[in-house]
């Protein structure tokens, strides 16, 4: 049976997109979740951030200039030490790891031996999609319901705007595309407008719509109030368990981002958007766990 965590669930302030402040950074709930938290379910958290450590170790690779994304949990010298290591083991078969790389699912450090072996590394759209698609066939199949749950919403909203976009700007987007669904089959072969999809697929249609509005603020709130609206509706039966606990973070994360905005602007667009969704996104059956 699950753990579960009654007080420190029990003692979380309640938070809301239109939020104006938090009184709980993601940073002080991970310090908190690591005191609570078995050490399983703690590295359930760092799963949540493997987007932007997998693209922070790629740039480290390719020696990018810009900073590297502060959603990351690790610096730019964990990654150099990290790169260090794989180099070194690639002469040392049997070099055990250290353990502050243990945690890393394995894709990680085979991505990064193939790319060290090579002499001239390819693209980086390349690479980023190959480690992407790893990432997100990991997660798949990975033990915790949130996980799979959340990289696959994440992955379908991922395909779905990179084909909304590409076919906007008469670019090539299938090579895009991550995964072999039936939702990346219909983004692939159909000529549609909808691509097959429209008002029978509830998420491609809530997507379509937000990305139809002009002002590229109103759409990028528009894809987190969609991810807020789904994670509640995945935590609205789950009460003291780590899955609660995963919603919460990554619901926290994002209002967290949103509090770099002004905050009378953030909470107006909120508001349109919820509005807008109400009225045109219902996740299908399968995700609608209320009923």
Not at 50 to 62: G, M, Q, R
Not at 91 to 96: C, G, H, Q
Not at 147 to 152: D, G, K, P, V
Not at 196 to 220: A, C, T, V
């Amino acid at each position: 049976m699950a753990k579960q965590y009654y007080y420190f669930i029990a003692g979380l302030p309640s938070i809301s997109m239109d939020d104006s402040k938090l009184v709980y950074n993601p940073v002080q709930f991970r310090d908190e979740a690591k005191a609570q938290l078995s050490e399983e379910d703690f590295k359930l958290i760092q799963v949540l951030h493997l987007p932007e450590d997998i693209a922070n170790l790629l740039k480290t690779i390719y020696k990018k200039e810009q900073a590297l994304n502060p959603e990351g949990l690790y610096s730019k010298e964990f990654w150099e030490e990290f790169i260090a290591f794989v180099k070194h083991s690639l002469d040392s078969i049997n070099l055990e790891t250290p353990s502050e790389y243990r945690s890393l699912p394995p894709f990680v450090k085979e991505t990064a031996a193939e790319l060290l072996q090579m002499e001239d590394l390819p693209t980086f759209p390349l690479v980023e999609h190959r480690i992407l698609s790893r990432l997100f066939s990991y997660c798949a199949h990975h033990s915790n319901r949130f996980i799979r749950e959340w990289f696959e919403l994440e992955c379908n909203i991922r395909n779905i705007l990179a084909a909304i976009n590409g076919r906007n700007h008469e670019l090539d987007f299938a090579k895009y595309l991550i995964g072999e669904d039936d939702i990346v089959k219909n983004l692939t072969h159909s000529h549609a407008a909808d691509f097959g999809m429209g008002k029978e697929h509830p998420l491609f249609d809530s997507l379509q719509r937000i990305w139809e509005q002009n002002n590229i603020l109103y759409r990028e709130r528009g894809y987190d109030v969609l991810r807020s609206k789904w994670i509640d509706d995945q935590n609205f039966f789950d009460f003291f368990n780590v899955d609660r606990l995963l919603g919460y973070y990554s619901k926290l994360r994002i209002i967290n981002r949103w509090l770099k905005a002004d905050a009378e602007l953030g909470k107006e667009v909120f508001h349109d958007t919820l509005n807008k969704l109400e009225n045109s996104f219902e996740f299908p059956e399968d995700f609608n766990i209320k009923k």
